[in-house]
């Protein structure tokens, strides 16, 4: 089971560190991901830490502004979220897979949360 937590309402500028709590696995034997989806669009790739060696992949439109992590201690994943734009404004959900394959096509991901939901006002 995963569940994500730390979603919300932040101006433009602003910051949120979302989580995602693994139960029954252990994160670091998963590429975990996170995506999201904008109301009305189809969910995209926004991030990914590839399973053993820890290497991560960020969609272009967030390079440079979030950060994927994980805590094998707490079973967690991180996605330190910084410089948000209104275009950000989506809900976010992690997901594990275990042959990771082409990392950001969400059919290779096995496990999902049920997501958080992220506003970014202008």
């Known amino acids: 089971q995963l569940v994500e937590s730390g979603g919300g309402f932040v101006q433009a500028g602003g910051s949120l560190r979302l989580s995602c709590e693994a139960s029954g696995r252990t994160v670091s034997d998963y590429s975990m991901a996170w995506f999201r989806q904008p109301q009305g669009k189809e969910r995209e790739f926004v991030a990914v830490?590839?399973?053993?060696?820890?290497?991560?992949d960020y969609a272009d439109s967030v390079a440079g502004r979030f950060t994927i992590s994980r805590d094998t201690a707490k079973n967690t994943v991180y996605l330190q979220m910084n410089s948000l734009k209104p275009e950000d404004t989506a809900i976010y959900s992690c997901a594990a897979a275990f042959y990771p394959g082409s990392h950001r096509q969400t059919y290779v991901y096995d496990y999902w949360g049920h997501g958080t939901q992220v506003t970014v006002s202008s």
């Open positions: 830490i590839i399973r053993d060696d820890g290497g991560t």
